[in-house]
């Protein structure tokens, strides 16, 4: 146990470094062009290739027989490897097109399926999310915990599941009986920023109907490892084989209000 704690701190150590590094690339993005990749609101951009390609060198580099699973990759390597790093090189890609300083690099480190270690980074702020299974969470090194507030307390983060527009009806109506029900709503952009604000008891709840397995693998790590619950928007647990999945972060108490408010709805 200690060996692996030990271990798990020199490779979070490693993402934080590498993360960083790649972060200089976004801060000093200019003429950014948007590609289409599954419709005008799925888009990449040469920055997305260039972060992602900078993080699996590094990786790789520090951890040659390391797989990966990220955004940007045609084929994805297997779930259950020795090693793996999950990658979203750029969340909030619409934000970091159209100047919204609201994006980051988001690094999950697994072993054999179990996500290990999560680091969240957005350089606009110089915040580093971050936290290794077992040992809580940190804000630029410092802990964190999610509020101890219900729903009616606490502002709601969404996401608005942009690349499938037939879950808009329910994703809107569910964000309307939520500003009801809380302080507030806000759709920010970055499902692993969104995370963050759970962690950091900043936003009491965060639901998406759709995301991917890059968007959520750090920050689920980060929100639970700070006191947070974090499942599908049924209640369920999470697909074992990456696949696109619904989201619901949050505190036990705002998590518990979700499910009776809307088992009533």
Not at 25 to 38: D, F, N, P, R
Not at 108 to 127: Q, S, T
Not at 162 to 181: H, I, K, Q, V, W
Request: contains cysteine; charged residues 25%.
């Amino acid at each position: 146990m200690e060996y692996s704690k030990l271990r798990y701190k020199e490779i979070l150590a490693l993402i934080e470094r590498v993360e960083r590094e790649a972060a200089e690339l976004i801060l000093q993005a200019h003429g950014i062009l948007a590609e289409a990749k599954t419709g005008k609101r799925d888009v990449v951009t040469e920055y997305d290739r260039r972060v992602q390609e900078l993080l699996m060198e590094r990786f790789r580099d520090a951890l040659p027989e390391a797989h990966f699973f990220c955004e940007e990759m045609d084929e994805q390597d297997r779930l259950d490897a020795e090693q793996l790093f999950i990658i979203d090189p750029i969340d909030g890609t619409m934000n970091f097109v159209h100047g919204f300083h609201h994006s980051c690099i988001s690094v999950a480190y697994a072993e054999r399926g179990i996500v290990r270690i999560g680091a969240v980074y957005n350089p606009y702020v110089d915040e580093m999310f971050t936290a290794v299974a077992g040992h809580g969470s940190s804000l630029n090194g410092r802990p964190i915990h999610v509020s101890d507030a219900g729903l009616s307390e606490g502002i709601v983060c969404f996401g608005s599941a942009p690349y499938n527009p037939e879950l808009s009806d329910r994703t809107f109506g569910l964000a309307r009986t939520l500003y009801d029900a809380s302080l507030d709503v806000r759709r920010e952009g970055s499902a692993a920023l969104d995370l963050c604000s759970v962690a950091a008891g900043r936003a009491g709840l965060y639901f998406e109907l759709r995301v991917s397995l890059w968007d959520y693998a750090a920050g689920a790590l980060i929100a639970e490892e700070a006191g947070g619950q974090c499942c599908t928007a049924d209640g369920g647990c999470f697909p074992a084989d990456g696949s696109k999945t619904s989201i619901l972060a949050g505190s036990p108490a705002a998590v518990k209000d979700f499910f009776r408010l809307t088992a009533e709805s």
